[in-house]
């Protein structure tokens, strides 16, 4: 939260809103005191209009130390409109990167519970944009044979070799597939004995019970999509790849020839 003289910051981790520091600026006696002449007035105007400049550069300075410290991820602004073009210009282009989006409400009044529900309206669309469009280069990058792959098979195999960077499931999808106790491994098709190691394999009736929690211990970017027609025609489950593994011998291979 900022505005020409105070910042407000605060963490929003899942629900839980926590302030975690302040920035006021007191304005100094000089650009306080308002002359009656002309000249004077116009000079602590000016006086008042520099020390909000180096306000706000003392709050972006702040956002990036934070930043660089690990502290935060994302960021939304609470800002009145009028302050937001003073304030944009010094945000430091890699805090710009990482805002996610800003909401107009008074600093000094605002209650923890409106910055909670402002911020967390503002990441759930953001999520919900984000896993849509990365959602779409996943499928195109699949039907160029590059970095992403669709359908349940594809995706387990991706899984397997460490490839997938992000996985997409269209809301409340859900496929049968089965799993070797033995060796972990997970096949869309429903065999009896396990295909890498021979063992017996045991159904599951929800494959996304196997691949949530290998989504979350691999620190895979998990995303539930709604309401998505090309995820639909793709089989309702995508992939985004760090690599390929498949390609790297093949890329270098066509590279050098
Ligand atoms: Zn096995």
């Known amino acids: 939260m900022v505005d020409r003289q105070r910042a407000r910051f605060f963490d929003?981790?899942?629900?839980?809103?926590?302030?975690?520091?302040a920035i006021v600026h007191m304005l100094s006696r000089s650009g306080a005191s308002y002359g009656y002449h002309g000249y004077e007035a116009g000079h602590a105007e000016r006086r008042v209009a520099e020390e909000a400049l180096q306000h706000f550069k003392a709050?972006?300075?702040r956002l990036r130390t934070d930043l660089e410290k690990g502290l935060w991820q994302r960021l939304v602004i609470g800002c009145h409109s009028s302050n937001w073009p003073e304030f944009e210009p010094h945000l430091h282009p890699y805090?710009?990167?990482r805002l996610i989006g800003r909401f107009s409400a008074d600093v000094a009044s605002v209650t923890d519970e409106e910055v909670r529900k402002h911020a967390d309206t503002l990441l759930r669309e953001w999520i919900e944009e984000r896993g849509h469009s990365k959602a779409e280069e996943a499928i195109s990058f699949a039907k160029a044979n590059g970095r992403g792959v669709t359908g349940l098979r594809r995706v387990l195999r991706a899984l397997e070799t460490g490839e997938v960077q992000s996985l997409f499931l269209a809301e409340n999808y859900s496929a049968r597939a089965v799993e070797c106790k033995h060796c972990g491994h997970l096949d869309a098709h429903i065999v009896s004995a396990c295909v890498a190691c021979g063992r017996k394999t045991r159904e599951l009736n929800d494959v996304c019970d196997a691949i949530i929690p290998i989504a979350i211990r691999s620190d895979i970017e998990l995303f539930c999509v709604k309401q998505h027609s090309e995820l639909d025609r793709?089989?309702?489950?995508?992939?985004?790849?760090?690599?390929?593994?498949?390609?790297?011998?093949?890329?270098?291979?066509?590279?050098?020839?």
């Open 95 to 97: 805090v710009k990167q």
């Open 234 to 257: 793709a089989g309702n489950i995508a992939a985004l790849l760090r690599f390929r593994a498949d390609q790297n011998r093949a890329g270098n291979i066509a590279a050098a020839s």
């Open 12 to 21: 929003l981790r899942l629900d839980d809103l926590r302030e975690r520091g």
């Open 59 to 61: 709050v972006s300075e």
